[in-house]
């Protein structure tokens, strides 16, 4: 094991993920993990590793952290205008570090998460079968300055690897989700179905545990309310006040709420990377055969 990073400033909100922690939902535990699947498994991918690898998620930028060994990095997901001793670094392809380095995240120029994955993972405390962070759960934390962040002692490689350019994701601040439609959509008067599936919401802020939209007030029949029931990354719920909210890594694994539906799992990645004020229509997912 080596110490790879010291926290100089740790930004707006970073933390520790995997790809989740599966099988615990029916105690309340929710999956947590990534929020942008597609830049985690990329990077991993990028290093040959298995997809369970710790990496270092990390939300609009304004981390500092200074290089303690030689290693090999790669940054994946938003762009949150990378440098490295000012000067600027390749997303998407491994890149190696020196001592005394000094890497920087500044602020979002396109998308607004950001993936940090050393070759071999970061070394952190597992839980339940997962390294990923929930501070709500007491498993974890954010990242603070000060923090010592390590890795296996792996030596480091001058091979490159990076991903193709048509391969890469362009984060686009005006979306559109596609949605499995909820059972619930009685509960609903029509034409507030018919408003929300044509109509135009913004995000107008949230966490990893839910995106909050505005747009069109949704009207009820009978009110919001339903008997609790299972709720996933993904669960759009629609409370008293008519404005969905959208349910991320860390949503609680049951909700009271009336659900209008369920962003198809390839489209997750789109709202976890929407910047505030970002614009979102909703289209229903058609099954093909």
């Known amino acids: 094991m080596k110490e790879l990073f010291r926290v100089l400033k740790q930004g707006v909100y970073a933390s520790m993920q995997d790809k989740g922690r599966y099988g615990f939902r029916k105690y309340g535990m929710p999956v947590a993990g990534v929020m942008d699947s597609y830049a985690y498994r990329i990077g991993n991918d990028i290093f040959n590793h298995s997809i369970d690898v710790a990496a270092l998620e990390v939300f609009l930028g304004g981390l500092s952290l200074e290089v303690l060994c030689d290693h090999s990095i790669v940054i994946t997901g938003a762009d949150l205008h990378v440098d490295l001793d000012g000067v600027d670094v390749p997303l998407w392809k491994s890149i190696n570090l020196s001592k005394g380095q000094i890497l920087n995240l500044k602020k979002p120029k396109e998308g607004s998460i950001a993936y940090i994955i050393p070759r071999g993972g970061f070394i952190c405390e597992e839980v339940m079968g997962s390294k990923s962070a929930y501070p709500k759960g007491r498993i974890g934390s954010v990242l ?6 390590t890795v296996a002692n792996i030596e480091v490689t001058k091979q490159h690897r990076g991903l193709m350019f048509s391969e890469i ?7 559109v989700l596609r949605l499995w439609e909820s059972p619930h959509l009685n509960l609903f008067k029509e034409e507030s179905v018919n408003t929300f599936f044509n109509g135009q919401y913004s ?3 949230g966490d990893r ?16 309310d339903i008997l609790s029931e299972a709720t996933q990354f993904g669960t759009v719920q629609v409370p008293s006040n008519g404005q969905p909210i959208i349910l991320m890594a860390d949503a609680q694994t049951i909700g009271g709420y009336a659900t209008i539906g369920k962003v198809c799992e390839e489209d997750l990645w789109k709202i976890a990377q929407l910047r505030n004020g970002g614009k979102i229509r909703f289209t229903k997912h058609i099954k093909t055969h």
């Open 203 to 205: 995000y107008r802020g």
């Open 169 to 175: 994701p362009r984060y686009e601040n005006e979306i």
């Open 209 to 224: 545990m839910g995106y909050y939209l505005s747009g069109p007030e949704l009207q009820f029949n009978n009110g919001s």
């Open 144 to 149: 603070k300055k000060g923090d010592i962040l």
